[in-house]
């Protein structure tokens, strides 16, 4: 399983959603590592203001849906060496606006690019979810535990969805031997996070730096785990490095768990904002707790290294320098 130590030689990589938040981030780390680099997106929540202004021969953008077949001879003419798929809306107000082509993107997209490892022998890497355990029974997850997920509910769309995904990838692993590698991620934040995102960081941020009030739904009591992006990058990278007969899931997030209302008054402290916080009624099927056990990425060398005050004061200050003209 652990990671092995080979001369670094280039490598042809596909990144589904190389446009959204944590693709670029990957993007950008592959690419500086001398990697031929080809962005898989279709901007629906992926970004081209994110990798516009990469100037590589090493790079390539192919906009493009992978709920669609992608083929080789049609838009992509060198040998894959190994795909990353990070194609799928994550946050709720996004997922829940657009639950079929979520659905269809989990799935669909899953096989697409699955017979695509499959023709060029490449390694593949799902990127699944902590959803996949709903509202945990278990606290702090193990990827042992099956899950608590409402199959019917408003975000069953991404739940059930990344859960079948990760059946996909399994079932390709056993019937054609494909080089599949399976992680949940957990809370992740930092730089190329969308502002309108919905997600709990961007929103107290943002509502932070405007002076604006900070909603919590619930009492604030809820728990999340933060992890910041270039360790979830490097947790990726790592991964992707194992064995090819470990296939995972694997747990990737920081274990270091606060409340909601811990994290917003962080926040506001952090921004010197005059925000007040106001509380408003639970989400639907929203989780109160999120811990991953991380004792299985321990085993590949790997662990976060970014606190949350380090973390959140980066990406404070990225939001600092858009903040005017996006929001």
Not at 149 to 172: A, H, L, Q, T
Request: charged share 30%.
């Amino acid at each position: 399983m652990i990671a092995k130590k080979e001369k670094k030689i280039m490598k042809t990589i596909l990144i589904a959603g190389g446009a959204g938040f944590i693709g670029t981030n990957l993007t950008k780390r592959l690419l500086n590592e001398e990697n031929n680099i080809i962005c898989i997106d279709n901007f629906h929540t992926g970004k081209l203001k994110n990798i516009e202004n990469i100037k590589s021969d090493n790079f390539k953008l192919i906009k493009h849906d992978i709920i669609n077949p992608l083929k080789i001879d049609e838009k992509i003419d060198e040998k894959i060496d190994e795909i990353y798929n990070l194609a799928s809306p994550a946050s709720p107000p996004h997922y829940q606006a657009a639950p079929l082509q979520t659905i269809k993107t989990n799935i669909h997209g899953v096989f697409n690019l699955l017979e695509l490892a499959k023709e060029n022998d490449a390694k593949f890497l799902q990127t699944s979810t902590s959803e996949v355990y709903g509202e945990p029974l278990e606290h702090p997850q193990k990827e042992s535990y099956w899950g608590n997920v409402n199959p019917n509910g408003f975000r069953s769309c991404y739940d059930e969805s990344k859960r079948c995904s990760e059946s996909i990838c399994m079932n390709y692993y056993r019937e054609y031997g494909t080089k599949v590698k399976i992680v949940r991620i957990f809370n992740t934040y930092g730089p190329y996070m969308d502002p309108k995102d919905g997600r709990v960081v961007t929103n107290f941020i943002i509502e932070a730096l405007k002076n604006e009030n900070i909603t919590i739904y619930g009492d604030g009591s809820q728990t999340r785990s933060f992890c910041y992006v270039d360790d979830m990058v490097e947790g990726l990278i790592r991964m992707m490095g194992t064995d090819d007969d470990f296939t995972g899931p694997v747990n990737l997030g920081n274990p270091e768990e606060f409340s909601i209302l811990e994290f917003a008054k962080k926040v506001i402290e952090k921004t010197n904002s005059s925000s007040n916080i106001i509380n408003c009624p639970l989400p639907h099927d929203d989780p109160t707790q999120r811990k991953p056990d991380i004792a299985l990425a321990k085993r590949m060398d790997w662990k976060p290294e970014i606190k949350l005050d380090e973390g959140l004061d980066k990406t404070i200050e990225y939001y600092k320098k858009i903040i005017d003209y996006q929001i």
